[in-house]
Nanobody
Framework: QARLVESGGDSVQAGGSLRLSCDDS????????WAWFRQAPGKEREGVAA????????YYADSVQGRFTVSQNNAKNTLYLQMHSLAPEDTAMYYC????????????????????WGQGTQVTVSL
């Protein structure tokens, strides 16, 4: 079982930065990869960034490429999302998710790939 706990969400002004964290230390499963998703009011959940546990291979949505960086500390079972140049369209609830299996590179930012989810942390960006 997994217990993913996100933190770091906040309200910031456009152009600002935030770092989100996801703690997976309470989990008892073998994780292949994990990822950040976000969901804004009235919109579908979208994959933002993902990283494989063993090799640290990363995947990004086009909308955040160059602004967001996903990383992990495997010793601490922690996932991070460093976000720069935040814009109002980045406003959303951000969720951490973990996958036990590999479903293909094209599935790394697809929500159905992931087996476990956190409760989310809110990011609000204002002008």
């Amino acid at each position: 079982q997994a217990r993913l706990v996100e933190s770091g969400g906040d309200s910031v002004q456009a152009g600002g930065s935030l770092r989100l964290s996801c703690d997976d230390s309470g989990s008892t499963y073998s994780r292949y990869s994990w990822a950040w998703f976000r969901q804004a009011p009235g919109k579908e959940r979208e994959g933002v960034a993902a990283i494989t546990t063993t090799h640290g291979r990363t995947y990004y949505a086009d909308s955040v490429q160059g602004r967001f960086t996903v990383s992990q500390n495997n010793a601490k079972n922690t996932l991070y999302l460093q976000m720069h140049s935040l814009a109002p369209e980045d406003t959303a609830m951000y969720y951490c998710a973990a996958a036990a299996n590999y479903e293909g590179a094209r599935a790394m930012l697809v929500s159905s790939t992931y087996d476990y989810w956190g409760q989310g942390t809110q990011v609000t960006v204002s002008l």
